[in-house]
T-cell receptor, first 115, second 112 residues
Framework: EAGVAQSPRYKIIEKRQSVAFWCNPISGHATLYWYQQILGQGPKLLIQFQNNGVVDDSQLPKDRFSAERLKGVDSTLKIQPAKLEDSAVYLC?????????????FGPGTRLTVL | QKEVEQNSGPLSVPEGAIASLNCTYSDRGSQSFFWYRQYSGKSPELIMS????GDKEDGRFTAQLNKASQYVSLLIRDSQPSDSATYLCAVSSSGSARQLTFGSGTQLTVLP
């Protein structure tokens, strides 16, 4: 069974530029998550989708971050414009059910460096 | 603000010893608790989940949960150098979204 796929794996941009990340969850997984992991910290949930609806986006900086999950499968996360403090690893995860007690499987992540 | 606290370490143990990792959480209504392992430069992988008070054993790993004390721990018996990693405690919220909140992780080094 294929795991969670993410691209790109690495991205370097200048501040104020825009960037987009792509995630393809495990086939059949209803719930998709985007996390931000800053060096030395645990992952922080940015947004949680169930199918193509948003379940929780309370920690998403909506003035610069946006995310969508079209047709309840793939998802993209966009940052526009980027700030220095956005340098982090962006992790996508998916789970079979509606979150909570379900196991979340993580993709390899996208390491973003903002100069 | 729901919080999950872990000792940041680093924690060093000799090969073959027991490593003890601890975690406390603030959301008294939390029902699901997880331990993830994260090797340097890699993504987190689930090693244990626990939902009821008491102990749960899986091979060399034992998770312990005490909801009254809002405390969850992970014991690694017969520690191996390959266990050297950051261990993340994660707790699901009591809200409708049941989102996971992660601690900042404990870095474990097992010395040969």
């Amino acid at each position: 069974e294929a795991g969670v796929a993410q691209s790109p794996r690495y991205k370097i941009i200048e501040k104020r530029q825009s960037v987009a990340f792509w995630c393809n969850p495990i086939s059949g997984h209803a719930t998709l998550y985007w996390y931000q992991q800053i060096l030395g910290q645990g992952p922080k949930l940015l947004i949680q989708f169930q199918n193509n609806g948003v379940v929780d986006d309370s920690q998403l900086p909506k003035d610069r971050f946006s995310a969508e999950r079209l047709k309840g499968v793939d998802s993209t996360l966009k940052i526009q414009p980027a700030k220095l403090e956005d340098s982090a690893v962006y992790l996508c995860a998916s789970s079979l059910g509606a979150g909570g007690g379900d196991t979340q499987y993580f993709g390899p992540g996208t390491r973003l460096t903002v100069l | 603000q729901k919080e999950v606290e872990q000792n940041s370490g680093p924690l060093s143990v000799p090969e073959g010893a027991i490593a003890s990792l601890n975690c406390t959480y603030s959301d008294r209504g939390s029902q699901s608790f997880f331990w993830y392992r994260q090797y340097s430069g890699k993504s987190p992988e689930l090693i244990m989940s626990i939902y009821s008070n008491g102990d749960k054993e899986d091979g060399r790993f034992t998770a312990q949960l005490n909801k009254a004390s809002q405390y969850v721990s992970l014991l690694i018996r017969d520690s191996q150098p390959s266990d050297s990693a950051t261990y993340l405690c994660a707790v699901s919220s009591s809200g409708s979204a049941r989102q996971l909140t992660f601690g900042s992780g404990t870095q474990l080094t097992v010395l040969p």
